[in-house]
Protein backbone atom coordinates (compact mmCIF):
# COMPACT_ATOMS: atom_id res chain seq x y z
CA UNK A 1 0.00 0.00 0.00
CA UNK A 2 1.39 3.45 -1.00
CA UNK A 3 -0.30 6.70 -0.23
CA UNK A 4 1.02 9.91 -1.78
CA UNK A 5 0.46 13.67 -0.84
CA UNK A 6 -2.71 15.35 -2.16
CA UNK A 7 -1.68 18.57 -0.50
CA UNK A 8 -0.76 21.25 -2.75
CA UNK A 9 2.88 22.19 -2.17
CA UNK A 10 3.51 19.53 0.03
CA UNK A 11 6.56 17.29 -0.48
CA UNK A 12 5.14 14.47 2.53
CA UNK A 13 2.05 13.01 4.44
CA UNK A 14 0.81 16.48 6.99
CA UNK A 15 -2.31 16.27 8.47
CA UNK A 16 -4.28 18.76 5.88
CA UNK A 17 -3.50 16.07 3.31
CA UNK A 18 -5.21 13.26 6.08
CA UNK A 19 -7.92 15.92 5.72
CA UNK A 20 -8.01 16.80 2.18
CA UNK A 21 -8.08 12.89 1.64
CA UNK A 22 -11.32 12.38 3.56
CA UNK A 23 -13.22 15.40 2.04
CA UNK A 24 -12.37 13.31 -1.41
CA UNK A 25 -13.47 10.20 -0.10
CA UNK A 26 -16.62 10.54 1.89
CA UNK A 27 -18.00 7.54 3.73
CA UNK A 28 -21.39 6.21 2.99
CA UNK A 29 -24.01 7.94 4.69
CA UNK A 30 -26.01 6.46 7.36
CA UNK A 31 -29.87 6.08 6.83
CA UNK A 32 -31.89 8.06 8.40
CA UNK A 33 -33.37 7.34 12.06
CA UNK A 34 -37.01 6.83 11.91
CA UNK A 35 -39.73 9.42 12.12
CA UNK A 36 -41.93 8.68 15.21
CA UNK A 37 -45.03 10.53 16.22
CA UNK A 38 -44.85 11.66 19.79
CA UNK A 39 -47.81 12.97 21.48
CA UNK A 40 -48.14 16.05 23.35
CA UNK A 41 -47.93 15.37 27.14
CA UNK A 42 -48.13 17.89 29.66
CA UNK A 43 -45.70 18.87 31.99
CA UNK A 44 -46.36 16.07 34.79
CA UNK A 45 -46.54 13.15 32.65
CA UNK A 46 -42.84 14.52 30.87
CA UNK A 47 -41.08 15.13 34.00
CA UNK A 48 -43.14 11.48 35.18
CA UNK A 49 -40.94 10.24 32.00
CA UNK A 50 -37.59 11.41 32.36
CA UNK A 51 -37.79 10.42 36.63
CA UNK A 52 -39.25 6.81 36.07
CA UNK A 53 -39.55 5.68 32.57
CA UNK A 54 -35.67 6.15 32.22
CA UNK A 55 -34.31 3.35 29.12
CA UNK A 56 -32.66 0.37 30.74
CA UNK A 57 -28.65 -0.32 30.54
CA UNK A 58 -27.49 -2.12 27.57
CA UNK A 59 -27.69 -5.78 27.69
CA UNK A 60 -24.85 -6.43 24.73
CA UNK A 61 -22.18 -8.39 26.10
CA UNK A 62 -18.86 -7.02 26.22
CA UNK A 63 -16.27 -8.73 23.75
CA UNK A 64 -12.58 -8.23 22.82
CA UNK A 65 -12.34 -5.69 19.71
CA UNK A 66 -9.26 -5.08 17.69
CA UNK A 67 -8.84 -1.89 15.42
CA UNK A 68 -6.54 -0.90 13.00
CA UNK A 69 -5.53 2.43 12.36
CA UNK A 70 -3.20 4.74 9.53
CA UNK A 71 -2.25 7.87 11.56
CA UNK A 72 0.26 10.87 10.49
CA UNK A 73 3.79 10.49 12.29
CA UNK A 74 3.36 13.61 14.02
CA UNK A 75 3.83 14.86 18.10
CA UNK A 76 0.61 14.43 19.92
CA UNK A 77 -1.48 11.60 17.70
CA UNK A 78 -1.05 9.30 20.44
CA UNK A 79 -2.38 11.28 23.48
CA UNK A 80 -5.58 12.30 21.52
CA UNK A 81 -6.30 8.87 20.39
CA UNK A 82 -6.05 7.80 24.14
CA UNK A 83 -8.08 10.95 25.29
CA UNK A 84 -10.86 10.01 22.59
CA UNK A 85 -10.99 6.62 24.00
CA UNK A 86 -10.68 8.03 27.90
CA UNK A 87 -13.65 10.16 27.14
CA UNK A 88 -16.14 7.24 26.29
CA UNK A 89 -14.77 5.77 29.58
CA UNK A 90 -13.10 2.18 27.03
CA UNK A 91 -9.61 0.95 28.67
CA UNK A 92 -6.86 -0.17 26.39
CA UNK A 93 -6.11 -3.95 26.56
CA UNK A 94 -2.94 -3.20 24.89
CA UNK A 95 -1.53 -0.63 21.91
CA UNK A 96 1.02 -1.04 19.43
CA UNK A 97 2.51 1.66 17.57
CA UNK A 98 4.81 0.98 14.70
CA UNK A 99 6.47 2.71 11.22
CA UNK A 100 4.88 1.37 7.58
CA UNK A 101 6.27 1.53 4.54
CA UNK A 102 5.16 4.89 3.85
CA UNK A 103 6.66 7.71 5.21
CA UNK A 104 5.39 9.52 7.62
CA UNK A 105 2.46 7.13 8.29
CA UNK A 106 2.01 4.80 11.35
CA UNK A 107 -0.04 1.95 12.42
CA UNK A 108 -1.92 1.34 15.63
CA UNK A 109 -3.39 -1.63 16.91
CA UNK A 110 -5.43 -0.96 19.50
CA UNK A 111 -6.92 -3.75 21.47
CA UNK A 112 -10.38 -3.05 23.31
CA UNK A 113 -12.77 -4.64 25.39
CA UNK A 114 -16.34 -3.52 25.47
CA UNK A 115 -20.15 -3.66 23.51
CA UNK A 116 -20.60 -3.35 20.21
CA UNK A 117 -22.60 -0.13 20.42
CA UNK A 118 -19.80 2.04 22.57
CA UNK A 119 -16.78 0.66 20.20
CA UNK A 120 -18.58 1.49 16.89
CA UNK A 121 -18.87 5.40 18.37
CA UNK A 122 -14.93 5.21 19.48
CA UNK A 123 -14.07 3.71 15.97
CA UNK A 124 -16.45 6.90 14.15
CA UNK A 125 -14.80 9.58 16.33
CA UNK A 126 -11.50 8.21 16.20
CA UNK A 127 -11.85 8.48 12.13
CA UNK A 128 -12.87 12.05 12.86
CA UNK A 129 -9.47 12.80 14.21
CA UNK A 130 -7.38 15.20 11.43
CA UNK A 131 -4.47 13.16 11.93
CA UNK A 132 -6.22 9.51 10.99
CA UNK A 133 -6.46 8.11 7.74
CA UNK A 134 -8.74 5.29 8.54
CA UNK A 135 -10.18 3.28 11.36
CA UNK A 136 -10.59 -0.22 10.51
CA UNK A 137 -12.76 -2.85 12.90
CA UNK A 138 -10.81 -6.31 12.51
CA UNK A 139 -13.35 -7.90 15.42
CA UNK A 140 -15.10 -10.12 12.48
CA UNK A 141 -12.47 -10.77 10.06
CA UNK A 142 -9.92 -13.69 9.40
CA UNK A 143 -6.78 -12.32 11.12
CA UNK A 144 -3.03 -13.57 11.61
CA UNK A 145 -2.18 -12.49 15.89
CA UNK A 146 0.68 -11.91 17.20
CA UNK A 147 1.94 -10.87 20.23
CA UNK A 148 6.19 -11.49 21.90
CA UNK A 149 6.23 -11.87 25.65
CA UNK A 150 9.34 -12.50 27.79
CA UNK A 151 9.33 -13.96 30.68
CA UNK A 152 11.94 -14.77 33.49
CA UNK A 153 11.16 -17.76 35.27
CA UNK A 154 12.64 -19.33 38.75
CA UNK A 155 14.39 -22.65 37.88
CA UNK A 156 14.18 -23.23 42.07
CA UNK A 157 10.25 -23.80 42.47
CA UNK A 158 8.03 -21.29 44.11
CA UNK A 159 8.46 -22.61 47.75
CA UNK A 160 12.25 -20.59 47.76
CA UNK A 161 11.90 -17.75 45.49
CA UNK A 162 8.70 -16.54 47.68
CA UNK A 163 10.10 -16.29 50.41
CA UNK A 164 12.32 -12.87 51.47
CA UNK A 165 14.89 -15.52 51.58
CA UNK A 166 16.68 -18.52 49.67
CA UNK A 167 16.77 -20.86 52.49
CA UNK A 168 20.21 -22.07 51.01
CA UNK A 169 23.28 -23.32 53.04
CA UNK A 170 26.25 -21.65 53.40
CA UNK A 171 27.93 -23.62 50.72
CA UNK A 172 24.98 -23.47 48.16
CA UNK A 173 25.03 -19.52 48.66
CA UNK A 174 27.58 -19.12 45.97
CA UNK A 175 25.88 -21.38 43.90
CA UNK A 176 22.74 -19.96 43.00
CA UNK A 177 22.14 -16.28 41.85
CA UNK A 178 19.34 -14.63 44.05
CA UNK A 179 16.32 -13.64 42.19
CA UNK A 180 14.99 -11.63 46.06
CA UNK A 181 16.37 -9.63 48.25
CA UNK A 182 17.68 -11.28 51.28
CA UNK A 183 16.46 -11.08 54.65
CA UNK A 184 18.30 -8.89 57.20
CA UNK A 185 19.51 -10.65 60.55
CA UNK A 186 16.63 -9.06 62.51
CA UNK A 187 13.92 -11.50 60.34
CA UNK A 188 11.98 -14.59 60.81
CA UNK A 189 14.42 -17.92 60.56
CA UNK A 190 13.58 -19.98 57.67
CA UNK A 191 10.27 -21.06 56.90
CA UNK A 192 11.93 -23.59 54.17
CA UNK A 193 14.44 -26.48 54.53
CA UNK A 194 18.50 -25.30 53.76
CA UNK A 195 19.74 -26.98 50.68
CA UNK A 196 23.04 -28.10 50.02
CA UNK A 197 24.88 -27.60 46.99
CA UNK A 198 23.88 -30.48 45.32
CA UNK A 199 20.04 -30.40 46.06
CA UNK A 200 19.89 -27.19 44.73
CA UNK A 201 21.70 -27.99 41.62
CA UNK A 202 19.13 -31.00 41.24
CA UNK A 203 16.43 -29.14 41.40
CA UNK A 204 17.75 -26.03 39.00
CA UNK A 205 18.50 -28.63 36.64
CA UNK A 206 15.07 -30.45 36.72
CA UNK A 207 13.24 -27.40 36.55
CA UNK A 208 15.24 -26.66 33.43
CA UNK A 209 14.26 -29.62 31.53
CA UNK A 210 10.40 -28.82 32.44
CA UNK A 211 10.35 -25.54 31.26
CA UNK A 212 12.41 -25.78 27.95
CA UNK A 213 10.14 -28.86 27.61
CA UNK A 214 7.06 -26.87 27.72
CA UNK A 215 8.41 -23.99 26.20
CA UNK A 216 9.19 -26.06 22.72
CA UNK A 217 5.53 -27.30 22.75
CA UNK A 218 4.66 -23.82 22.80
CA UNK A 219 7.27 -23.09 19.48
CA UNK A 220 9.45 -20.97 22.26
CA UNK A 221 13.35 -21.12 23.03
CA UNK A 222 15.40 -20.53 25.87
CA UNK A 223 17.01 -16.54 25.29
CA UNK A 224 18.86 -16.62 28.90
CA UNK A 225 20.00 -18.74 31.45
CA UNK A 226 21.18 -17.69 35.06
CA UNK A 227 22.19 -19.81 38.00
CA UNK A 228 18.55 -19.09 39.56
CA UNK A 229 15.97 -18.34 36.22
CA UNK A 230 15.69 -18.51 32.75
CA UNK A 231 14.16 -16.09 30.33
CA UNK A 232 11.52 -18.03 27.85
CA UNK A 233 10.60 -16.04 24.50
CA UNK A 234 7.45 -16.59 23.00
CA UNK A 235 5.76 -15.33 19.78
CA UNK A 236 1.94 -16.43 19.15
CA UNK A 237 -0.85 -15.38 19.78
CA UNK A 238 -2.47 -13.48 23.06
CA UNK A 239 -4.55 -17.03 24.27
CA UNK A 240 -1.20 -19.33 23.52
CA UNK A 241 0.48 -16.59 25.88
CA UNK A 242 -1.57 -16.85 28.07
CA UNK A 243 -1.86 -20.81 28.33
CA UNK A 244 1.99 -21.17 28.67
CA UNK A 245 1.97 -18.17 31.72
CA UNK A 246 -0.36 -20.42 33.42
CA UNK A 247 1.68 -22.89 33.17
CA UNK A 248 4.82 -21.21 34.35
CA UNK A 249 3.01 -19.92 37.49
CA UNK A 250 4.08 -23.31 39.29
CA UNK A 251 7.44 -22.56 38.71
CA UNK A 252 7.71 -18.94 39.88
CA UNK A 253 7.74 -16.16 37.65
CA UNK A 254 10.12 -13.35 38.44
CA UNK A 255 9.56 -10.62 35.87
CA UNK A 256 7.69 -10.71 32.37
CA UNK A 257 7.34 -8.44 29.62
CA UNK A 258 4.58 -8.40 26.43
CA UNK A 259 4.59 -6.02 23.19
CA UNK A 260 0.29 -5.91 22.46
CA UNK A 261 -1.06 -7.17 20.15
CA UNK A 262 -0.04 -7.10 16.09
CA UNK A 263 -2.57 -8.28 13.67
CA UNK A 264 -2.79 -8.46 9.92
CA UNK A 265 -5.75 -9.92 7.68
CA UNK A 266 -5.98 -13.22 6.19
CA UNK A 267 -5.81 -13.31 2.40
CA UNK A 268 -8.17 -15.73 1.16
CA UNK A 269 -7.71 -18.43 -1.08
CA UNK A 270 -9.51 -18.10 -4.45
CA UNK A 271 -10.96 -21.78 -5.56
CA UNK A 272 -14.28 -22.76 -6.69
CA UNK A 273 -14.10 -25.79 -4.48
CA UNK A 274 -16.05 -24.61 -1.24
CA UNK A 275 -14.88 -26.49 1.57
CA UNK A 276 -17.98 -27.43 4.58
CA UNK A 277 -15.77 -24.70 6.45
CA UNK A 278 -15.79 -22.00 3.79
CA UNK A 279 -19.79 -22.50 3.44
CA UNK A 280 -19.98 -21.78 7.17
CA UNK A 281 -17.76 -18.69 7.18
CA UNK A 282 -19.75 -17.50 4.58
CA UNK A 283 -23.67 -17.70 6.34
CA UNK A 284 -22.14 -15.73 9.80
CA UNK A 285 -19.79 -13.66 7.62
CA UNK A 286 -20.36 -9.79 8.28
CA UNK A 287 -20.13 -7.84 5.32
CA UNK A 288 -17.71 -5.33 5.82
CA UNK A 289 -18.21 -1.45 4.78
CA UNK A 290 -15.89 -0.32 1.80
CA UNK A 291 -15.47 2.76 2.86
CA UNK A 292 -14.13 1.22 5.99
CA UNK A 293 -10.82 0.19 4.63
CA UNK A 294 -7.48 2.28 4.95
CA UNK A 295 -6.67 4.51 1.33
CA UNK A 296 -4.64 3.37 -1.02
Known amino acids: MRLYST ?49 PPSTQPFRRHILNMFVQDEPGVLARVSGCLAARGVNIDSLVVCATDVQDLSRMCIVLRGQEGTIEQVRRQLEDLVPVWAVVDYTNTDVIEREIMLVKVSTLGPEYYEQNHLGLAEEAEHEVDYAVAQADEHSAPP ?20 IIAIAGQFSGEVVDVSDASVIVQLCA ?32 IKSAWKSLSDREELDRRVDMDASMLPPG
Open 191 to 210: MQPALTSTQALSIKNDNLRS
Open 237 to 268: KTTRLDAFYKLMRPFGILELSRSGTMVLPRTP
Open 7 to 55: AKGHDRLTSTSAMEHKLQHPHRKLPPLPHLDRPVMEAGEAVSNILYNTP
